[in-house]
């Protein structure tokens, strides 16, 4: 069974820095890995998404990488902004048919000004 | 193009009472999932349709959980009786997954039902 873990569970920084957000996985027979972005009271928005054959995706001043074999993903966000406070979260396909997607617990990233 | 729409947004019951949550997914999208939120934790699939034939129901708990697809479109989702740990977030996604050869597979989400039960 998939099992995704993210660290750390928050994290406060100032407006300005840059940051990385952390998801490891237990199974490596992934199809592919996605990041979210949750806002209180509101439904998930996908950020990247990385097939399971590549090493990295960049949209604007975020980049995410895939590591398959050893089970790590990492979200980098470059030059922080308070807007970018949120709950990042981490999910895996697994490989097979359904396309299921298993999420971990998240990031609670607030942004400093 | 319309998102999933999900209703209704907020409701609050006692424990004991039954609940219903209605969504409404992209036009054309062959798979839809409910998903249960727990405050701080992620998305846990509870059920996931194809069409109007269920995939996976594995981690929906029968006793009180039931979920069907009106014509493969619509779906609802419904609690009876109602406890206090089913106090979470359900969220809705649809995907065109299943719609033929080369569609995509990704998930795209309604704004969620906020449930809390006293």
């Known amino acids: 069974k998939q099992e995704v873990t993210q660290i750390p569970a928050a994290l406060s920084v100032p407006e300005g820095e840059n940051l990385v957000l952390n998801c490891s996985f237990t199974d490596s027979a992934i199809y592919n890995l996605q990041w979210f972005r949750q806002d209180p009271g509101k439904g998930l928005t996908s950020l990247l998404l990385?097939?399971?054959?590549?090493r990295e995706q960049t949209s604007g001043r975020l980049n995410a990488s895939l590591d398959k074999s050893s089970g790590r993903s990492t979200l980098y966000i470059a030059a922080s902004q308070p807007g970018d406070s949120a709950t990042y979260l981490c999910?895996?396909?697994?490989?097979?048919?359904?396309?299921?997607?298993?999420f971990g617990s998240g990031t609670q990233l607030t942004v400093l000004p | 193009e319309a998102g999933v729409a999900q209703s209704p947004r907020y409701k609050i019951i006692e424990k004991r009472q039954s609940v219903a949550f209605w969504c409404n997914p992209i036009?054309?999208?062959?798979?839809l999932y409910w998903y249960q939120q727990i405050l701080g934790q992620g998305p846990k699939l509870l059920i996931q349709f194809q069409n109007n034939g269920v995939v996976d129901d594995s981690q929906l708990p029968k006793d009180r959980f039931s979920a069907e697809r009106l014509k493969g479109v619509d779906s609802t989702l419904k609690i009876q009786p109602a406890k206090l740990e089913d106090s979470a977030v359900y969220l809705c996604a649809s995907s065109p997954w299943g719609a033929g050869q080369g569609v995509s597979d990704t998930q795209y989400f309604g704004p969620g039902t906020r449930l809390t039960v006293l």
């Open positions: 990385i097939q399971s054959s590549q």
């Open positions: 036009s054309g999208h062959a798979t």
């Open positions: 999910a895996v396909c697994s490989s097979g048919s359904a396309r299921q997607l298993t």
